[in-house]
């Protein structure tokens, strides 16, 4: 899906190749490729057709913009790079402002309810939230309010007791009565936070939906969340709209966007009920949650990868100062296989792969497609480590016999050697490609000199140049907490590689 | 399913399922269709939201709103009101190029059914619909839960047994599904089982580590037995938007998928994608599910389909 996104987003970015204005004729042609892959993502018909319309009226502001402004660093941009950009802040926009906030009451317990339909996520979800709360120093109870799946209850009680949560239920029982008895219980046993896992139902189902209500009605939630499958068609507007109207809603909470369906949903559902998008879910494992970026979502659906989400992970696992040295280095085109194997393994220190690889522009396009397997690191590094040290200071040297030589050391063929070899070559084009680009100058300190973008966005964001080692950015030393932090992270990342499920 | 007698029942249910789609694509195509005596690009433009609002995929759509303009300019199309079955032919004949329903060979026992698909699309729900057409078919099912990693997975498919009148094979949490499928397939051919359905965890495609895990089920099953698993059913819910086509290529990438299940239907999601689908897989749809029902499973028939799409 991403795929298509920003295929649709490149192609348009390049019907500018070689043009010096944006005009109504290219923007045209750029905005049909951007409505076709908007709606093959499954964004909204009618929010691509406003969508287009309001980048539309901006791009045509940006040639009076080009034309008329002096300001010498406005002529510097491409029209490509403007048009983008212009896309890319038309997303952020669309899908802010962010407000990530879990209300909390100032007498507890505080509750929130879980709502959507069958299959989206929400127990799962109702899990990831008792255990992100709990990090946090609340004293959550999950509540088993699903009578009708067949042991959804047991579900529950099963990942209650993986995360040492207390999980309340009972049999014969309504829904709605479990769900006031379960707050009268956190009550007197002192629980702040009331998490109601309730079925999953149709926005169709009015039988259903008045059970909601009731529940609603006798709780009184403080959150009320619809969790919604990232892989939702066009039925998500409608759908969302139907439970916010009878519910009213605080927000919702994006699900599988570990797969290769990405932003569609969450762009048109912020965009038609204007309730704000709360967190974003990533795995099957409870950890798997974040508080939703509009700005990271927005570059994933540009296609770019998610650089901000991969630069704060990065930032745990490298160290800052020789991150710096070398960036600016490999920005120079001086990026050699040791640099390469240095990233592979910052890389696996980060976690399992696939979620890396999403946020890695360049990187996807290296392995070939959404299918990224684990064990091409694996292959990169075994081919590395049988090289000399001239050889991977500079793999020019590389021709037939030592490609035979390291080929036969690392138990893989000449054949891999070459592919790794190229895959290396394109990279250490596009490093070089970067650095005269300007971002070299971002890295240097000039923050706020991006030519032509006012310092507003990041071009190496928005152009989708950047690489792990360049999108690395420099806070301040780590304390000794953080330091355990990382550890910890680690040590989790590695198991997490182990087990094959925790992606 | 004894067809024949349930034709009303049937039909009718299945158009009671799917009478949101219905009411929602028809009146929206009459809408703009009735008292507009010519046809024009700005009927045309409004047919193709419709389509691609129904989760048809825009280039789908594309394909068939091209055919349309060209039977239009060739004059073949005239009145807008013939838009209608235009459009009712042209999605029928891409739904119906690939159909076949799945009949239980059961000379080859068991006849083994691999069901895969990505998480909460409705495998153990559809698995347990099937189980129930099939026993009441008159065929002896056995379930293997190698779902061994979703919390109370193997517990949801025991409920379902039970209310099926079925066994089912199980291992602990966390146990490799590969061995679950190994002792099911033994034990149904200890036992003469006419029926072996296999129920498998929740799997993104893009995960290839998992996918491996599909394969190598597949694979043992297949060394066991010749021929089986003699159908491997791909789940896809029909919320989802063009990722059930994504979906499906990649699934059938892994493993050789050779039916296709349909799931949801009955809520406000249009089902669109099953004509993309249907045009770019060519792989058979089974069933589809139009509730949370035991027997809320349908074989899928592009017919009623089309019909029970655009009828008014
Ligand atoms: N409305 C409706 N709900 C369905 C249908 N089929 C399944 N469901 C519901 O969808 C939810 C998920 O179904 P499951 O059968 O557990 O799905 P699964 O694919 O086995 O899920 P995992 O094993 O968790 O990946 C349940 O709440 C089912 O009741 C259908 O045809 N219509
Ligand atoms: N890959 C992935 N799977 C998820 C995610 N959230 C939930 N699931 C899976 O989706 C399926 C349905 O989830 P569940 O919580 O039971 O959904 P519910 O029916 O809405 O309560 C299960 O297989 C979960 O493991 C996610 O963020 N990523
Ligand atoms: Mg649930
Ligand atoms: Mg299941």
């Known amino acids: 899906m991403l795929e298509v996104l920003s295929n649709g987003f490149n192609k348009a970015k390049d019907r500018f190749a070689g043009r010096v204005e944006l005009t109504e004729a290219n923007i045209d042609d750029a905005l049909k490729d951007i409505r076709l892959s908007l709606l093959e993502a499954d964004v909204n018909f009618s929010v691509v057709k406003d969508f287009i319309h309001d980048v539309k009226e901006k791009a045509l502001g940006v040639i009076v913009d080009t034309r008329v402004s002096h300001k010498s660093q406005k002529l510097k941009t491409t029209p490509g790079e403007h048009f983008i950009n212009i896309c890319h802040q038309e997303l952020v926009t669309l899908m802010g402002p962010v407000d990530v906030d879990i209300s909390f009451a100032s007498k507890p317990p505080s509750t929130i309810m879980l709502i959507g339909l069958q299959g989206c996520g929400k127990t799962t979800t109702a899990g990831k939230i008792a255990g992100f709360l709990s990090k946090k120093n609340k004293t959550p109870l999950l509540v088993a309010a699903d009578t009708y799946r067949p042991a959804a209850v047991e579900q529950l009680q099963v990942i209650g007791n993986s995360l040492s949560i207390p999980v309340f239920s009972e049999k014969e029982m309504s829904p709605p009565a479990i769900c006031s008895k379960a707050i009268e219980h956190a009550r007197s046993t002192g629980h702040d936070v009331v998490i109601l896992d309730t079925a999953g139902r149709l926005a169709i189902d009015d039988s259903l939906m008045n059970e909601l209500e009731t529940i609603a009605a006798n709780t009184r939630p403080d959150n009320i969340f619809l969790v919604c499958d990232a892989m939702i068609g066009q039925d998500a507007v409608k759908t969302a709209v139907e439970f916010d109207r009878r519910l009213d809603l605080s927000g919702f909470i994006l699900t599988k966007l570990d797969g290769d369906a990405r932003g569609g949903a969450a762009l048109s559902i912020k965009k038609i009920t204007g309730k704000p998008i709360k967190f974003l879910c990533t795995g099957e494992s409870f950890d798997r949650i974040e508080e939703f970026r509009p700005d990271g979502l927005a570059s994933r659906i540009l296609g770019f990868g998610d650089v901000v989400g991969l630069m704060q992970d990065f930032e745990q696992v490298i160290d800052e100062k020789k991150a710096e040295k070398d960036a600016a280095r490999m920005l120079k085109g001086q990026f050699t296989l040791l640099d390469f194997l240095e990233q592979i393994q910052s890389i696996k220190k980060m976690g399992p792969l696939q979620d890396i690889v999403e946020k890695i522009p360049f990187f996807s396009q290296m392995a070939g497609n959404v299918a990224v397997d684990e064990r091409e690191l694996v292959k990169i590094e075994s081919l590395i480590n049988s090289m000399t040290h001239k050889e991977r200071v500079n793999p020019d040297v590389i021709k037939e016999s030592r490609k035979k030589r390291i080929a036969s050391g690392s138990g893989r063929t000449p054949r891999e050697v070459s592919e790794v070899l190229k895959k290396f070559n394109t990279m250490r084009k596009m490093m070089k490609n970067m650095g005269k680009s300007g971002l070299l100058s971002k890295i240097s300190g000039g923050l706020s000199n991006i030519p032509g973008l006012g310092g507003g966005a990041d071009p190496g964001d928005i152009m989708g140049n950047n690489l792990p080692a360049a999108s690395r950015k420099f806070p301040k030393p780590l304390s000794t907490s953080e330091k355990r932090k990382i550890k910890s992270k680690r040590k989790k990342a590695k198991k997490a590689r182990k087990n094959s499920r925790k992606k | ?265 009955d809520g406000t999601a249009k089902g669109g994608v099953i004509v993309g689908i249907s045009e770019t897989m060519q792989i058979p749809i089974r069933y589809i599910g139009v509730g949370e029902k035991i027997d809320d499973l349908r074989e899928f028939n592009p017919k009623e389909f089309a019909d029970a799409l655009f009828e008014n």
């Open chain 2, 1 to 265: 399913m004894n067809e024949k007698k349930e034709k009303g029942g049937f039909f009718k249910r299945l158009k009671d399922g799917l009478s949101k789609t219905h009411k929602a694509v028809i009146k929206r195509v009459d809408e703009i269709t009735c008292g507009k005596r010519v046809i024009n690009d700005d009927l045309l433009d409004n047919l193709e939201e419709i389509l691609i609002t129904s989760d048809i995929g825009a280039v789908t759509v594309q394909r068939l709103m091209e055919k349309i303009r060209w039977k239009v300019n060739r004059k073949e199309l005239k009145i807008p009101e013939k838009i209608h079955n235009a459009l009712k032919d042209e999605i029928f004949s891409i739904l119906s190029n690939h159909q076949q329903t799945l009949q239980a060979d059961t000379l080859q026992k068991p006849f083994t059914i691999l069901t895969v698909g990505v998480n909460g699309t409705g495998k153990t729900t559809t698995i347990a619909k099937m189980a129930n057409i099939f026993i009441s078919q008159g065929h002896s099912v056995l379930l293997a839960a190698a779902d061994t990693f979703r919390a109370a997975a193997t517990e949801q498919l025991e409920i379902w047994a039970d209310r099926v009148g079925c066994k089912v094979i199980k291992h602990r949490q966390g146990a490799d599904p590969s061995a679950v499928a190994f002792d099911a397939l033994k034990s149904a051919q200890a036992k003469g089982i006419d029926v072996l359905i296999i129920d498998t965890a929740g799997r993104l495609h893009t995960k290839a580590p998992l996918m491996d895990e599909i394969k190598k089920v597949s694979r043992i099953i297949g060394r066991e037995l010749d021929g089986a698993p003699h159908e491997t059913l791909l789940v896809l819910d029909a919320t989802t938007g063009q990722n059930a086509i994504s979906q499906a290529k990649m699934f059938k990438q892994a493993i050789n998928i050779s039916g296709l299940a349909l799931t949801k239907l």
